[in-house]
């Protein structure tokens, strides 16, 4: 990646990042945390990766509400992209604007997990 693609990148982020937490209406999307974007060279493409926080739980009702909830934000999300698009065109200036594709990246809730379990083991110890 050059540092073109990487500035320009994080640009998008940023801007994709505002724009959700301030312009975009939609309930479905709710607290989503833009985790990192991936632009193609030739900016045509951008895959934009979200996730959501929430305890690492290990119920599996939690668990179904948890995957249910991000269902419903990635289809708010791929709702909304073309709204984000045209917002990115009057922010950026750029002379082609990427195709947002929203990736839901699981890594926090992981960590958040695992986490968790390293705090359980430390509690058994005492």
Avoid: Y
């Avoid at 945390?33 to 959501?52: G, K, Q, Y």
């Avoid at 082609?96 to 058994?124: K, Q, W």
């Amino acid at each position: 990646m050059t540092r073109r693609t990487e500035r320009v990148g994080e640009q998008v982020r940023a801007e994709l990042a505002r724009m959700l937490q301030s312009e975009v209406t939609d309930p479905r999307v709710g607290l989503v945390t833009i985790t990192r974007v991936d632009l193609s060279p030739d900016f045509r493409n951008c895959n934009v990766f979200w996730s959501r926080f929430h305890r690492g739980d290990s119920d599996p009702e939690f668990a179904l509400q948890a995957e249910q909830a991000a269902l419903d934000t990635q289809a708010g999300l791929e709702s909304a992209a073309g709204f984000l698009r045209s917002g990115l065109a009057r922010a950026l200036h750029l002379k082609r604007v990427p195709e947002l594709r929203f990736r839901h990246d699981t890594s926090l809730a992981l960590g958040a997990r695992t986490l968790g379990l390293i705090s359980e083991l430390g509690d058994g110890n005492d």
